[in-house]
């Protein structure tokens, strides 16, 4: 009675006060224990009850496992497995199940397989707990597999074999093989199970089947607040907040309490919609039920007014809340690094290390990302002094944002010391170290690291060799990319729509657009847009425009629907030759055939191919009716042009628009002052020139590579 109040002191005064203990007392108090969260307790009564000469039974074996896995306490449930095995507890299908769980939490997904194949009194909670294994390891067609096992072995699927089944589904995007178990479902009769259904309901969610959904929704026998919790953040319309009004509106009708889960994901599906009238009457109705001040509706509301760009209106809510959990911090954070007001996020993170609020790793790595955009390299080695204090120093997560501040720093030397000293470095580390030394732009030093990583025997992943072929095209690292290709189709990774781009893309940047389009020719991923586009762009580049059009009928024939940034490849191979009218028509095709709205790089390549083609007025007149505030690369086009056909009036002009916005840009002076030069002025020229060393604009010296 006293443990299951939570008034954990008075349970163990009891059992203290016990003349005689027997195995029904002892389990009694290991499991309240862990009712109560005291798990480094638990594992202690657990030693106790060893020494006090009782054998544990399953139900001692199954707490203390939840225990070790609540606290990653591999080696001690490592220790309590080797013991069922001696005292021959293992074939208790709950206590191996309890095991095989433990080690799945804590990520051995091998050590689960090798207890189950252990096991020799299969029940259905066994095939259960090894299904639940591979979805909490993220291997979701392992639970696939064994769920299609259970079926040829006849064993009788249960709610729980369903709701691990739909859980993988969900995971790896498996519309096709959910439906399927949805069929299963039916056929088992199961479809009274509200939790079977709400999970069957949230599969479909997660995989665009949201009519899916709907129907399933609609066809429960009986809805809790669960169902509708998943309707509200699943299928309710993501750009309509007059349907998810409605749907709260029906929700109410049912006379279920809302509750703080409901709270939660309704403000963050205001977030979503950025409809901050809605979130603020849900405010109220919140504060109206007495919910405004649980730590994860409060949290919503903070993600709510950040994601509206309303940080004062989140700042208030947070300094609102005496009781602030660490998800709390976290948002603030994370809102102001959204608006780039990064100085900010580290005073909030220095108030939360002296309030002694314990961070996270979701602190940390936002913590890190702020020092890296803002410049501080102190402020961020001492955030990786906190990160070994705070015993992260293991956790993939922030391990891998730290190396992406390092190489953001330019400390290179840093980088590579911290990820030798990773005692257990798989490939998510070598992939981050590659990809951050891509995006930062040293391509030689990624390309070394991806030599040395094949001398020692590893095999890459598809993230690596897309972030490697990146570095060749971007160098123009040939003789590095007929390399890489052979290895992409011996992996298999040529079925990779990421993979296949990338060596069209490379190929296409070294010069040899023979074999980029070869690379083309045989992509299995012949239904993908970017596939398309990057061909249309290698081509482009080339200067082939009559074969970049090709491939965008080509495109057409096969059904793919074009994306803003198939245009700005295809108008720009019409730029290359000069073929405007054909240009001008492709933009307007955009709206007219597809859909699509101009984006400002649709519009930047429709007036850089007007400007070159010498229709200056034409280009000045899209300026300044398209939809979106001018840009420095927009003006640059048009007074490149002003320049080629010596328009020296709109060029002046240009030039002074372009000056205002960026008055330290060498491109306004070293136009202008070819646009008078070419046009005979050298007066006017050497005049512009003056200024320009005048204001301390100095021009950025040209440069050529070559591959030896």
Same mark, same amino acid.
């Given at each position: 009675m006293y443990l299951k109040l939570g008034v954990l002191s008075c349970g163990f005064n009891v059992f203290d006060e016990m003349l005689h203990r027997n195995l029904v007392s002892w389990t009694l108090i290991i499991s309240g224990a862990v009712q109560n969260g005291e798990f480094d307790l638990c594992l202690e009564i657990y030693l106790d009850l060893m020494r006090s000469g009782l054998r544990p039974n399953e139900f001692s074996f199954g707490s203390v496992m939840k225990a070790c896995t609540i606290m990653g306490a591999y080696d001690f449930g490592w220790c309590i497995h080797g013991f069922a095995l001696k005292i021959g507890m293992m074939q208790n299908p709950y206590v191996g199940s309890s095991i095989l769980t433990m080690y799945a939490k804590l990520g051995d997904i091998e050590a689960s397989e090798r207890v189950f194949d252990c096991l020799d009194n299969l029940d259905v909670g066994c095939w259960n707990a090894l299904v639940g294994a591979y979805a909490l390891c993220g291997c979701s067609f392992g639970a696939l597999k064994v769920v299609s096992s259970m079926q040829c072995r006849g064993v009788r699927m249960d709610q729980f074999s369903f709701i691990n089944a739909l859980v993988a589904c969900s995971t790896m995007g498996y519309l096709d093989y959910g439906k399927q178990v949805h069929g299963f479902i039916i056929r088992s009769e199961v479809e009274s199970s509200t939790s079977v259904m709400n999970a069957l309901m949230d599969m479909y969610s997660k995989n665009n089947g949201k009519d899916s959904a709907m129907k399933v929704f609609i066809g429960m026998q009986h809805k809790d607040v669960i169902s509708w919790n998943t309707a509200f953040g699943g299928f309710s319309q993501d750009d309509n907040a007059r349907e998810t009004a409605k749907l709260f509106y029906e929700f109410m009708l049912t006379g279920t309490k809302p509750s703080h889960i409901t709270f939660s994901v309704l403000f963050r599906k205001c977030g979503e919609l950025m409809d901050l009238d809605l979130g603020v009457q849900f405010c109220s109705l919140a504060l109206h039920l007495g919910l405004f001040d649980e730590g994860n509706v409060t949290s919503s509301i903070i993600n709510m007014f950040s994601t509206c760009g309303e940080m004062g209106m989140a700042r208030l809510v947070f300094d609102s809340v005496h009781l602030r959990n660490i998800i709390a911090w976290n948002e603030l954070i994370c809102g102001y690094n959204a608006i780039c007001n990064h100085t900010e996020a580290l005073k909030i993170f220095c108030n939360l290390w002296e309030s002694g609020v314990k961070a996270d790793e979701c602190t940390l790595s936002s913590i890190l990302e702020a020092c890296s955009k803002c410049g501080h390299q102190e402020m961020g080695r001492e955030v990786h002094g906190a990160i070994i204090k705070s015993g992260f120093g293991s956790c993939g997560y922030v391990c891998s944002s730290l190396i992406r501040s390092y190489v953001t720093f330019g400390l290179l030397h840093d980088s590579f010391e911290f990820l030798n000293g990773i005692d257990r470095l798989d490939f998510k580390y070598w992939g #981050? !170290?590659?990809?951050?030394? #891509?995006?930062?732009?040293?391509?030689?030093? +990624?390309?070394?690291?991806?030599?040395s990583l094949m001398e020692a025997g590893k095999k890459p992943d598809e993230f690596i060799l897309g972030s490697i072929l990146s570095s060749c095209a971007v160098v123009a690292a040939y003789h590095q990319t007929k390399c890489v290709h052979p290895l992409v189709i011996k992996m298999g990774f040529d079925k990779s729509a990421v993979v296949s781009s990338a060596v069209i893309d490379a190929y296409a940047k070294c010069g040899d657009i023979e074999s980029s389009r070869m690379a083309f020719d045989q992509s299995f991923v012949s239904d993908d847009v970017i596939i398309y586009n990057t061909m249309i762009t290698g081509y482009a580049h080339h200067g082939l425009v009559m074969e970049a059009l090709e491939i965008f009928q080509k495109m057409k024939l096969a059904n #793919?629907?074009?994306?803003? +940034?198939?245009? #700005? *490849?295809?108008? *720009?191979? $019409?730029?290359? !030759?000069?073929? +405007?009218?054909?240009? $001008?028509?492709?933009?307007? *095709? !955009?709206?007219?055939?597809y859909g699509l709205e101009p984006s400002p790089d649709n519009y930047g390549c429709l007036v850089d191919m007007l400007s070159r083609n010498g229709y200056l007025d034409d280009a000045k007149h899209i300026i300044e009716a398209m939809p979106f505030p001018p840009w420095p690369a927009i003006w640059r086009s048009l007074l490149s042009g002003c320049r080629i056909h010596g328009n020296r009036e709109l060029g002046e002009w240009v030039a002074e628009k372009l000056l205002k916005m960026v008055p330290e840009n060498d491109a306004a002076y070293v136009l202008l002052s070819k646009v008078y030069s070419e046009g005979g002025s050298w007066e006017d020229a050497a005049k512009v020139r003056r200024g320009m060393i005048e204001k301390g604009v100095s021009k950025d010296p040209g440069y050529s590579l070559i591959e030896i």
């Open positions: #981050v !170290m590659i990809s951050a030394l #891509v995006h930062q732009g040293y391509n030689y030093e +990624a390309i070394r690291l991806f030599n #793919v629907q074009p994306s803003q +940034a198939t245009f #700005v *490849s295809v108008i *720009s191979a $019409c730029n290359y !030759m000069g073929l +405007a009218d054909q240009g $001008c028509l492709l933009f307007e *095709s !955009m709206n007219l055939n």
